[in-house]
């Protein structure tokens, strides 16, 4: 399980680093961010780096942000544990920040496994659920893991007091 100093506090005022490839999808002033991540559990904190890092100025509390962080982190860990006859080496990540929510999609290139029993494994997308609003679309083609958060009214009421 991924903790709080897992994620890292200070992670929030980091720049990006790690393995990562990130580009913006838009224009500079986006709030849209993207990576290409090679499928390797060396991945994950590296993601958990940049996306602290993108997401350390969008409002949330800090239960919802560390909620957010944890549910991404869970659904990359499954784009590289369980994708079966991958068709890429690698996973994506998007993440974009609207006036009302935070959405981030994790999305790998290999065809669905359905879960077995276990008592060990396969609590992680009951997980993802708990935390944040989650979907799941399996295709022949890859799994998309859509989180998505809604941000706290008093802090964007806040934010917007103190724009104006």
Request: proline share 5%.
């Amino acid at each position: 399980m991924i903790s709080a100093e897992d994620i890292g506090s200070s992670a929030r005022s980091r720049p990006p680093t790690g393995p990562a490839t990130a580009r913006l999808a838009s224009s500079p002033g986006s709030r849209r961010h993207e990576w290409r991540l090679r499928t390797m559990e060396s991945s994950i904190p590296a993601l958990r780096r940049e996306l602290c890092a993108f997401l350390g100025a969008t409002g949330l509390s800090d239960d919802a942000f560390y909620d957010l962080i944890l549910a991404v982190s869970e659904a990359a860990s499954n784009a590289v544990d369980h994708p079966q006859h991958s068709t890429e080496p690698f996973f994506d990540v998007a993440a974009e920040i609207d006036g009302e929510a935070v959405t981030i999609v994790v999305q790998d290139h290999g065809r669905w496994l359905e879960p077995t029993p276990s008592s060990c494994r396969g609590r992680g997308l009951a997980m993802m659920r708990v935390l944040a609003d989650t979907t799941v679309t399996a295709g022949t083609h890859g799994t998309m893991v859509t989180i998505r958060n809604h941000r706290d009214a008093a802090v964007d009421a806040a934010a917007e007091e103190q724009a104006s």
